[in-house]
Protein backbone atom coordinates (compact mmCIF):
# COMPACT_ATOMS: atom_id res chain seq x y z
CA UNK A 1 0.00 0.00 0.00
CA UNK A 2 1.13 3.19 -0.65
CA UNK A 3 0.11 6.78 1.22
CA UNK A 4 0.64 10.17 -0.46
CA UNK A 5 -0.02 13.03 2.12
CA UNK A 6 0.09 16.60 0.12
CA UNK A 7 1.32 20.14 1.55
CA UNK A 8 2.11 23.75 0.97
CA UNK A 9 -1.40 24.37 -0.58
CA UNK A 10 -2.68 28.04 0.73
CA UNK A 11 -4.05 31.28 -0.15
CA UNK A 12 -1.93 33.97 -2.30
CA UNK A 13 -2.62 36.32 -4.47
CA UNK A 14 -2.08 36.50 -7.97
CA UNK A 15 1.52 36.34 -9.43
CA UNK A 16 2.77 35.25 -6.14
CA UNK A 17 4.65 31.31 -6.15
CA UNK A 18 3.86 28.63 -3.60
CA UNK A 19 5.97 24.95 -3.64
CA UNK A 20 3.74 21.78 -3.09
CA UNK A 21 5.09 18.62 -2.01
CA UNK A 22 3.94 15.35 -1.45
CA UNK A 23 5.17 13.09 0.65
CA UNK A 24 4.86 9.30 0.01
CA UNK A 25 5.44 6.06 2.11
CA UNK A 26 4.70 2.97 1.96
CA UNK A 27 5.82 1.03 -1.03
CA UNK A 28 8.85 2.55 -3.18
CA UNK A 29 7.69 4.66 -5.84
CA UNK A 30 11.00 5.28 -6.56
CA UNK A 31 11.01 3.29 -10.14
CA UNK A 32 7.44 5.26 -10.45
CA UNK A 33 6.19 8.18 -12.81
CA UNK A 34 4.49 10.50 -10.54
CA UNK A 35 1.88 13.39 -11.46
CA UNK A 36 -0.31 16.75 -10.01
CA UNK A 37 -3.48 17.00 -10.81
CA UNK A 38 -5.81 19.76 -9.81
CA UNK A 39 -9.44 20.13 -9.92
CA UNK A 40 -11.15 23.48 -9.75
CA UNK A 41 -14.90 23.79 -8.23
CA UNK A 42 -17.36 22.85 -10.57
CA UNK A 43 -14.80 21.35 -13.64
CA UNK A 44 -13.27 18.17 -13.71
CA UNK A 45 -9.57 16.70 -12.80
CA UNK A 46 -7.04 18.04 -14.77
CA UNK A 47 -3.69 17.13 -15.32
CA UNK A 48 -1.46 19.82 -14.18
CA UNK A 49 2.40 18.26 -14.69
CA UNK A 50 4.13 14.53 -14.42
CA UNK A 51 7.67 13.24 -14.07
CA UNK A 52 9.73 10.26 -14.69
CA UNK A 53 11.27 8.23 -11.75
CA UNK A 54 14.56 9.46 -13.36
CA UNK A 55 13.39 12.69 -13.20
CA UNK A 56 14.66 12.87 -16.70
CA UNK A 57 11.62 13.41 -18.60
CA UNK A 58 8.64 15.98 -17.36
CA UNK A 59 5.25 16.63 -18.59
CA UNK A 60 3.22 19.58 -18.40
CA UNK A 61 -0.41 20.50 -19.40
CA UNK A 62 0.00 24.02 -22.09
CA UNK A 63 -1.93 26.03 -19.37
CA UNK A 64 1.45 25.69 -16.91
CA UNK A 65 4.20 25.02 -19.06
CA UNK A 66 6.76 27.91 -18.41
CA UNK A 67 5.03 28.60 -14.93
CA UNK A 68 4.91 25.61 -12.91
CA UNK A 69 7.59 22.96 -12.09
CA UNK A 70 7.60 19.39 -11.03
CA UNK A 71 10.86 17.70 -9.49
CA UNK A 72 11.05 14.95 -7.09
CA UNK A 73 13.77 13.51 -4.54
CA UNK A 74 13.52 9.69 -4.52
CA UNK A 75 15.87 9.50 -1.68
CA UNK A 76 13.25 11.32 0.58
CA UNK A 77 10.14 9.64 -1.11
CA UNK A 78 8.83 13.19 -2.10
CA UNK A 79 7.87 14.91 -5.24
CA UNK A 80 7.22 18.79 -5.40
CA UNK A 81 5.39 21.12 -7.54
CA UNK A 82 6.54 24.71 -7.49
CA UNK A 83 4.39 27.39 -8.49
CA UNK A 84 4.82 30.75 -9.88
CA UNK A 85 3.17 33.64 -11.70
CA UNK A 86 -0.03 32.53 -9.90
CA UNK A 87 -3.08 32.97 -11.69
CA UNK A 88 -7.00 33.01 -10.17
CA UNK A 89 -7.51 30.82 -12.71
CA UNK A 90 -4.95 27.69 -11.26
CA UNK A 91 -7.52 27.93 -7.83
CA UNK A 92 -8.11 24.32 -7.23
CA UNK A 93 -7.30 21.48 -5.24
CA UNK A 94 -4.16 19.98 -5.80
CA UNK A 95 -3.11 16.17 -5.50
CA UNK A 96 0.11 13.94 -6.29
CA UNK A 97 -0.74 10.17 -7.66
CA UNK A 98 1.44 7.64 -8.62
CA UNK A 99 1.73 4.38 -10.11
CA UNK A 100 -0.12 5.35 -13.53
CA UNK A 101 -2.37 2.99 -14.87
CA UNK A 102 -1.79 2.52 -18.41
CA UNK A 103 1.31 2.25 -20.78
CA UNK A 104 -0.19 4.36 -23.06
CA UNK A 105 1.63 7.17 -25.23
CA UNK A 106 0.32 9.48 -23.11
CA UNK A 107 0.09 7.32 -19.87
CA UNK A 108 1.79 10.25 -17.70
CA UNK A 109 -2.12 12.16 -17.91
CA UNK A 110 -4.24 9.30 -18.00
CA UNK A 111 -4.86 7.40 -14.56
CA UNK A 112 -3.29 6.37 -11.29
CA UNK A 113 -3.47 3.75 -8.60
CA UNK A 114 -2.49 6.11 -6.09
CA UNK A 115 -3.73 9.49 -5.01
CA UNK A 116 -3.15 11.74 -2.40
CA UNK A 117 -5.76 13.78 -0.18
CA UNK A 118 -5.45 16.96 -1.93
CA UNK A 119 -4.32 20.62 -0.82
CA UNK A 120 -6.40 23.93 -1.93
CA UNK A 121 -4.60 27.20 -3.65
CA UNK A 122 -6.40 29.92 -3.72
CA UNK A 123 -5.31 32.43 -5.63
CA UNK A 124 -6.96 36.03 -5.32
CA UNK A 125 -6.93 38.50 -7.75
Known amino acids: QVQLVESGGGLVQAGDSLRLSCAASGRTLRTSTMGWFRQAPGKEREFVAA????????YYANSVKGRFTISRDNAKNTLYLHLTSLKPEDTAVYYC??????????????????WGQGTQVTVSS
Open 51 to 58: ITWSGGTT
Open 97 to 114: AADPQTSSSDYYKRGYNY
